[in-house]
């Protein structure tokens, strides 16, 4: 470790987080939208009400603008597994191509198709045909979260496969189990209903500004209420499906649940931390929140459905606890050193012909497999693998209350579509248009602690982000950090710009 080139590890882990950060701003948009323009043609095509046609083509073209430009960042971000993570893309052998080409051969061919038709198919197709494109295009769009979050999932716990010793690779032996991971299927019905959210948002924002404007106000609100009714629906789903997804992360990966409830020691009836302050201390294992306002015993029923279950602390994760049979870091190193030396060794023995030798060695490598990644970490501080407490422990909380706050949201919309002049109170408008920024900040911050909570690990417990680089110069990466900066801001602002002279002209 000690000849690891730091600067390039920080730099390729910035770039990609850069480009996932800008790639999310409009996938969520993309798959939401695609939907709620579903469900409104749908009420075109059973009333004949042409209302709903003008409410349909003017959602369609907000959701065609963002979705050619969100396409652009997701090439780049696809390429970069390439370029800057290849040991990575080697490693993961056909686990994480398998999602990816099924994405391509079935999602994207599926929506790129039926798009056209959507788009171009007004008066050249029947009504029905035309809204089974729309359906078909929607479908075909979210089609691609399954794949991604598939192999996002399997990074985040590797089953259903086993490694080559040979061809130093990772070799799906099971589809059906990384299809069906616990934690993919978790984190992708989580991250889909979330992204539904976003976009409702969108739609009651844009419409509260019409209503503002006093623009088109008869369509808004009809486009508010089936987007209100539609994030309601879709928020409540979000923290149902996010309460499986912290059991998921209770079971897989202790330290990221201890990280993000900033839970320093193990205890039973553990509580959940509603919010508090982290103070900066040395001892990275010892208690950081001051003025937290806690929940009693809610941690343990959350992660087990027990009140007195016991959850893990930082501590008890690093130095481990016997007495909860919870296996030190200092342990998993040396198990991990156990398996690369034997590894190794396997290898030397089999080029020798020495079959009996490379068998016992085989032997040793596949009992300790599972802590393959701890013996990067040989002669280091454990405390090393302890991911950014701060960063996960803010970024779940401020995630959780905007959450909360989303579901008043939609109830009030929905009152002031029924209400008389609620919707003309200035205040309440202002409430909806700003929802639409907190809810960026509540997706970003959703995979910022997915992707920080789980540092150092590229793929948990087995490959650590310092050994998954591509051995490229630093400069180059820098270089073309900046680019994508540029590049990616400037695309974003060529978005919001086109977005408001479209919402500017109106339905």
């Not at 309601?232 to 330290?255: E, N, R």
């Not at 649940?257 to 900066?280: K, R």
């Given at each position: 470790?000690?000849?690891?080139?730091?600067?390039?590890?920080?730099?390729?882990?910035?770039?990609?987080?850069?480009?996932?950060?800008?790639?999310?701003?409009?996938?969520?948009?993309?798959?939401?939208?695609?939907?709620?323009?579903?469900?409104?043609?749908?009420?075109?095509?059973?009333?004949?009400?042409?209302?709903?046609?003008?409410?349909?083509?003017?959602?369609?073209?907000l959701?065609?603008?963002?979705?050619?430009?969100?396409?652009?960042?997701?090439?780049?971000?696809?390429?970069?597994?390439?370029?800057?993570?290849?040991?990575?893309?080697?490693?993961?052998?056909?686990?994480?191509?398998a999602?990816?080409?099924?994405?391509?051969?079935?999602?994207?061919?599926?929506?790129?198709?039926?798009i056209?038709?959507?788009?171009?198919?007004?008066?050249?197709?029947?009504?029905?045909?035309?809204?089974?494109?729309?359906?078909?295009?929607?479908?075909?769009?979210?089609?691609?979260?399954?794949w991604?979050?598939?192999?996002?999932?399997?990074?985040?716990?590797?089953?259903?496969?086993?490694?080559?010793?040979?061809?130093?690779?990772?070799?799906?032996?099971?589809?059906?189990?990384?299809?069906?991971?616990?934690?993919?299927?978790?984190?992708?019905l989580?991250?889909?209903t979330?992204?539904?959210?976003?976009?409702?948002?969108?739609?009651?924002?844009?419409?509260?500004?019409?209503?503002?404007?006093?623009?088109?106000?008869?369509?808004?609100?009809y486009?508010?209420?089936?987007a209100?009714v539609?994030?309601?629906?879709a928020?409540?789903?979000?923290?149902?499906?996010?309460?499986?997804?912290?059991?998921?992360?209770?079971?897989?990966?202790?330290?990221?649940?201890?990280?993000?409830?900033?839970?320093?020691?193990?205890?039973?009836?553990?509580?959940?931390?509603?919010?508090?302050?982290?103070?900066?201390?040395?001892?990275?294992?010892?208690?950081?929140?001051?003025?937290?306002?806690e929940?009693?015993?809610?941690?343990?029923?959350?992660?087990?459905n027990?009140?007195?279950?016991?959850?893990?602390?930082?501590?008890?994760?690093?130095?481990?606890?016997k007495?909860?049979?919870?296996?030190?870091?200092?342990?998993?190193?040396?198990?991990?050193?156990?398996?690369?030396?034997?590894?190794?060794?396997?290898?030397?023995?089999?080029?020798?012909?020495?079959?009996?030798?490379?068998?016992?060695n085989?032997?040793?490598?596949?009992?300790?497999?599972?802590?393959?990644?701890?013996?990067?970490?040989?002669?280091?501080?454990?405390?090393?693998?302890?991911?950014?407490?701060?960063?996960?422990?803010?970024?779940?909380?401020?995630?959780?209350?905007?959450?909360?706050?989303?579901?008043?949201?939609?109830?009030?919309?929905?009152?002031g579509?029924?209400?008389?002049?609620?919707?003309?109170?200035?205040?309440?408008?202002?409430?909806?248009?700003?929802?639409?920024?907190?809810?960026?900040?509540?997706?970003?911050?959703?995979?910022?602690?997915?992707?920080?909570?789980r540092?150092?690990?590229?793929?948990?417990?087995?490959?650590?982000?310092?050994?998954?680089?591509?051995?490229?110069?630093?400069?180059?990466?820098?270089?073309?950090?900046?680019?994508?900066?540029?590049?990616?801001?400037?695309?974003?602002?060529?978005?919001?710009?086109?977005?408001?002279?479209?919402?500017?002209?109106?339905?």
């Amino acid at each position: 470790m000690d000849n690891i080139n730091w600067a390039l590890v920080d730099w390729s882990r910035a770039q990609f987080a850069l480009t996932a950060l800008y790639h999310w701003i409009f996938v969520p948009l993309t798959l939401g939208i695609s939907f709620i323009i579903a469900i409104m043609e749908t009420i075109y095509v059973k009333t004949g009400d042409e209302k709903w046609k003008k409410i349909t083509k003017f959602w369609m073209k907000l959701f065609g603008i963002n979705f050619a430009i969100g396409v652009a960042t997701g090439i780049i971000l696809e390429f970069e597994f390439g370029t800057n993570w290849s040991n990575y893309s080697w490693f993961v052998g056909d686990i994480f191509g398998a999602p990816l080409a099924i994405e391509g051969i079935m999602a994207f061919f599926l929506e790129s198709t039926f798009i056209a038709i959507m788009f171009f198919g007004w008066n050249k197709v029947s009504k029905k045909a035309h809204l089974i494109s729309s359906w078909l295009t929607a479908i075909g769009t979210n089609l691609s979260g399954i794949w991604i979050l598939v192999a996002n999932g399997w990074m985040q716990n590797p089953i259903g496969m086993e490694f080559n010793p040979d061809t130093m690779r990772n070799e799906m032996n099971n589809f059906w189990d990384v299809f069906f991971n616990p934690v993919s299927v978790n984190k992708f019905l989580h991250t889909i209903t979330s992204a539904y959210t976003f976009a409702a948002l969108f739609v009651v924002a844009v419409s509260a500004w019409l209503i503002l404007k006093n623009k088109d106000i008869i369509l808004a609100k009809y486009s508010m209420l089936v987007a209100s009714v539609f994030g309601l629906i879709a928020i409540v789903s979000t923290i149902f499906f996010g309460d499986g997804s912290a059991k998921q992360v209770a079971k897989y990966q202790p330290m990221k649940l201890a990280a993000m409830e900033g839970l320093y020691h193990g205890t039973s009836g553990a509580p959940v931390v509603a919010f508090g302050i982290m103070e900066d201390i040395k001892d990275s294992t010892e208690k950081k929140i001051i003025g937290d306002l806690e929940i009693p015993n809610l941690l343990s029923i959350l992660a087990f459905n027990n009140s007195e279950a016991y959850i893990p602390g930082i501590a008890d994760i690093v130095h481990g606890n016997k007495e909860h049979n919870i296996r030190g870091y200092e342990e998993r190193i040396k198990s991990g050193k156990l398996a690369i030396q034997a590894l190794a060794d396997y290898k030397k023995y089999k080029k020798e012909g020495n079959i009996e030798m490379a068998k016992k060695n085989l032997k040793i490598f596949k009992a300790h497999f599972k802590d393959f990644g701890y013996g990067y970490y040989l002669g280091k501080d454990p405390h090393e693998l302890i991911p950014n407490v701060k960063i996960s422990f803010y970024s779940f909380h401020v995630m959780v209350i905007l959450g909360f706050l989303f579901i008043l949201i939609f109830i009030l919309s929905i009152w002031g579509i029924f209400k008389e002049n609620l919707l003309t109170k200035k205040w309440i408008l202002y409430l909806f248009i700003i929802s639409f920024p907190l809810g960026l900040i509540a997706q970003e911050l959703g995979w910022v602690l997915a992707e920080v909570g789980r540092q150092p690990w590229v793929i948990q417990d087995l490959l650590p982000n310092f050994v998954a680089i591509s051995h490229i110069d630093t400069n180059s990466v820098i270089i073309t950090f900046f680019m994508f900066l540029v590049i990616f801001t400037a695309l974003l602002i060529a978005e919001i710009k086109i977005m408001l002279t479209a919402i500017k002209k109106g339905f």
